[in-house]
């Protein structure tokens, strides 16, 4: 079951709860500082990457950095 969404995911107003024991947070805290990150941005990006695919989120990321920098598509 493929998903080959080419739009940016909403805006970020739902909220996912879900409890884990102590270890697998610190864990968690551990790979998140590993990537610079905070847990809940580490958490998002983890979510978005299994539910849009790396590559997808990847392109994103990239369409963003290319925006930020005023590179338009025509250098692609």
């Known amino acids: ?3 080959t ?4 995911p ?3 107003t739902a909220e ?3 409890r884990v024991d102590e270890n697998t947070r610190d864990e968690l805290e551990r790979l998140a500082s590993d990537a610079s990150m905070d847990l ?3 958490l998002r ?3 978005m990457i299994r539910v849009y695919g790396r590559d997808h989120i990847a392109r994103l ?3 963003k950095l ?3 920098a005023g590179i338009g598509d025509e250098e692609d």
């Not at 969404?5 to 940016?8: A, L, Q, S, Y």
């Open 1 to 3: 079951m493929g998903r």
């Open 40 to 42: 809940a941005q580490f």
């Open 10 to 12: 909403g805006k970020l």
């Open 16 to 18: 996912i709860k879900v």
């Open 66 to 68: 290319d925006m930020v």
């Open 5 to 8: 969404n080419t739009r940016t």
């Open 61 to 63: 990321h990239r369409t």
């Open 45 to 47: 990006e983890l979510v």
